[in-house]
């Protein structure tokens, strides 16, 4: 592990550097979609690719940092399910869950489907956040037609 060789100070430094890096290519996506800056010469696929380069680099770090301490994937993957939870619950995708209520993502077998989804898209490299893993797997499906979004519960589509 590179926060093994570095240590943690320069691990979170690095990290820094890269979430910036990641702040500029977004920013420089979104003016060049909005057409706000005509000085680019680069193409849509070259700047992609430049946020996607960045992207992979803060997830490396992410990574890092997460396998580097045991307490913290915990605490990452309980902030991110809450996080998650409130935008859908914003969005109106996942209702007010009550006891009353099993059409929710905590729901075991909606966590299966998910996990095992991810799994098989993403193998061994998505541990570190599961729940968003599993959640972007599912999302991808509803895209290709596979899985359907049925009361905030991700569901294999019935065959035609």
């Not at 550097?17 to 057409?35: D, F, I, M, Q, V």
């Not at 935008?87 to 059409?103: P, V």
């Not at 729901?107 to 799994?119: G, L, M, R, T």
Request: proline share 2%.
């Amino acid at each position: 592990m590179l926060i093994e060789k570095i240590g943690k100070t320069a691990m979170l430094e690095q990290t820094a550097e890269e979430c910036a890096e990641l702040c500029h290519a977004s920013l420089k996506l979104a003016r060049y979609h909005r057409g706000e800056n005509k000085v680019y010469t680069t193409s849509d696929d070259e700047l992609i690719d430049h946020l996607t380069e960045e992207m992979a680099d803060v997830s490396i770090c992410l990574s890092e940092l997460l396998l580097g301490d045991e307490k913290l994937p915990t605490l990452y993957n309980s902030h991110v399910q809450e996080k998650m939870d409130r935008m859908r619950k914003r969005l109106g995708i996942l209702e007010n869950t009550d006891d009353n209520n099993n059409a929710n993502n905590t729901d075991p077998d909606y966590k299966s489907f998910c996990y095992f989804v991810a799994n098989e898209i993403f193998d061994e490299n998505w541990e570190f956040n599961q729940d968003a893993f599993a959640e972007i797997a599912c999302r991808k499906l509803v895209k290709l037609g596979i899985v359907e979004l049925i009361d905030g519960e991700y569901r294999l589509k019935e065959p035609q």
